[in-house]
């Protein structure tokens, strides 16, 4: 048997065919076991693909590919010790082999062994100079310590990630330099929460002297719309004339940010209608009562989702506290936890009414605090000032930092850092002791 060829970039379903086929001609082939492994990877079913990597490799204990697969396999499970392991194998039994160190170094960086991610960035760019992605790698891991001169640096390698939709825009990129009247077009580029995260430098472009063209989600387009820009063109749409042009997640980069300069997060707007409609929808907050927004799941579409978000049934234990009622600010596909009309007892269901984000805003208003898992809300709620706890993944979005329970990006925001084993029971029995501090602080 011969592998498929590396060009041929066959799907899941043909390496699943190939390795059942050479399963069933020698069920000896140590490596169509681990071909297995990686399409049951693919599938989700995480437990059949360790151990039909574990198969393979009882077969050929010395075979590295075997052995990064596991370690692949074993991090997406959440055994990040063990992946180390079996990565730190793989390297052993090959130390020239360029994927197997850039394995390591993606599990070194999931596992907050940010250190040793470095020292494996070092060791490939004698291996493989050309490969973007361990510039990308080693921009995460910088900004995570905090290091945002070094870490932006490489942050631009993203752009020419695959994942990434377009690398550059015709034209003059903006270098930082006093704009002079010149039309400058601040493209967007990633979510929601990004958006609003770097809104706040809109203001600092501004005052360079440019005319300001703003590219905005449709559903930010009435929070953002106190922004200091002369026109806002909505993505999608053909692009804008313009002198110069900057992906807004550059705007840090040409501003030079550091952790002990960054400006205040964005005013937002919220409409007077919305405030009306939630105001209706909440009514007035009942004396001795702690009003809590919830969301446990961001965009499922988001590649990470599966380790930042949580389920609702986690979130329940915080109902058991007296004083405290919740309210879901949660939407889309998630939301449908939430159908059981015995559980809108306990939660009440906003989700279904909010229709942008401004009205997600003029709810948070009503609120006196948000707890969550990562998402776009997080950003939403602490531009608004108020308080937010958010219950982040062990290793987080590179803002939220590495210790501590608090960002310099947002100083509303309390974080509750999930450990290495990435339990969210241990969380949650943080979060409610805090909750049920903050309601006897409180006087409830």
């Known amino acids: 048997m011969t592998d498929p060829a590396p060009n041929d970039q066959p799907s899941r379903a043909e390496i699943l065919a190939f390795a059942r086929n050479a399963l069933d001609q020698d069920p000896g082939n140590?490596?169509?076991?681990?071909?297995?492994?990686?399409?049951?990877?693919?599938?989700?079913?995480?437990?059949?693909?360790?151990?039909?990597?574990?198969?393979?490799?009882?077969?050929?204990?010395?075979?590295?590919?075997?052995?990064?697969?596991?370690?692949n396999a074993l991090m997406d499970a959440g055994r990040l010790d063990e992946a180390l392991v079996a990565h730190a194998q793989a390297t052993t039994l090959d130390p020239g082999d360029a994927l197997f160190r850039f394995n390591r170094l993606?599990?070194?960086?999931?596992?907050?062994?940010?250190?040793?991610?470095l020292e494996s960035s070092d060791v490939l760019e004698g291996l493989d100079p050309d490969n973007i992605a361990v510039a990308w790698e080693r921009a995460l891991v910088r900004l995570q310590l905090g290091d945002y001169a070094t870490g932006f640096r490489d942050y631009g390698a993203r752009r020419h990630l695959s994942s990434f939709y377009i690398s550059s825009l015709p034209g003059e990129e903006w270098d930082?330099?006093?704009?002079?009247?010149?039309?400058?077009?601040?493209?967007?580029?990633?979510?929601?929460?990004?958006?609003?995260?770097?809104?706040?430098?809109?203001?600092?472009?501004k005052a360079l002297g440019g005319h300001v063209v703003y590219q905005y989600h449709p559903e930010l387009r009435q929070v953002l719309h106190g922004l200091p820009a002369d026109e806002f063109h909505v993505r999608g749409a053909?692009?804008?004339?313009?002198?110069?042009?900057?992906?807004?997640?550059?705007?840090?980069?040409?501003?030079?940010?550091?952790?002990?300069?960054?400006?205040?997060?964005v005013s937002l707007h919220v409409p007077d209608a919305s405030r009306v409609k939630m105001a209706a929808l909440i009514g007035a907050c009942p004396p001795g009562i702690l009003r809590v927004g919830i969301v446990w799941s961001g965009r499922v579409t988001f590649g990470e989702n599966n380790l930042r978000a949580t389920s609702l049934d986690a979130f329940m234990r915080l109902a058991e506290l007296p004083s405290v009622r919740l309210y879901s600010l949660q939407k889309d596909g998630p939301s449908a936890e939430l159908d059981?009309?015995?559980?809108?007892?306990?939660?009440?269901?906003l989700g279904p009414h909010l229709d942008d984000f401004a009205d997600?805003?003029?709810?948070?208003?009503?609120?006196?605090?948000?707890?969550?898992?990562?998402?776009?809300?997080?950003?939403?709620?602490?531009?608004?000032?108020?308080?937010v706890w958010n219950l982040v993944q062990h290793v987080p979005y590179w803002i939220y930092g590495h210790r501590n329970d608090r960002t310099p990006w947002y100083p509303t925001m309390r974080l509750f850092r999930q450990g290495a084993d990435r339990d969210w029971n241990k969380v949650f029995m943080r979060v409610a002791e805090a909750l049920h501090r903050e309601a006897w602080l409180r006087g409830l």
């Not at 077969?59 to 590295?64: A, S």
């Open 238 to 265: 053909p692009f804008p004339d313009y002198d110069v042009w900057l992906f807004q997640m550059d705007l840090p980069v040409v501003l030079g940010a550091r952790t002990d300069n960054l400006p205040p997060p």
């Open 176 to 205: 930082g330099r006093p704009l002079n009247g010149r039309r400058i077009f601040l493209a967007s580029e990633q979510g929601f929460g990004d958006a609003l995260l770097v809104a706040r430098y809109v203001a600092q472009v």
């Open 340 to 349: 059981d009309p015995d559980t809108q007892r306990l939660v009440t269901p």
């Open 106 to 117: 993606v599990a070194q960086r999931r596992a907050g062994d940010f250190h040793g991610s």
């Open 360 to 387: 997600t805003a003029a709810a948070i208003e009503l609120l006196d605090l948000v707890v969550m898992t990562d998402s776009s809300v997080a950003h939403l709620t602490a531009s608004l000032g108020k308080p």
């Open 30 to 71: 140590a490596y169509a076991w681990s071909l297995l492994g990686v399409s049951l990877r693919g599938a989700g079913r995480l437990p059949a693909a360790i151990a039909a990597h574990w198969r393979g490799l009882e077969l050929d204990p010395h075979d590295g590919k075997i052995w990064s697969n596991l370690g």
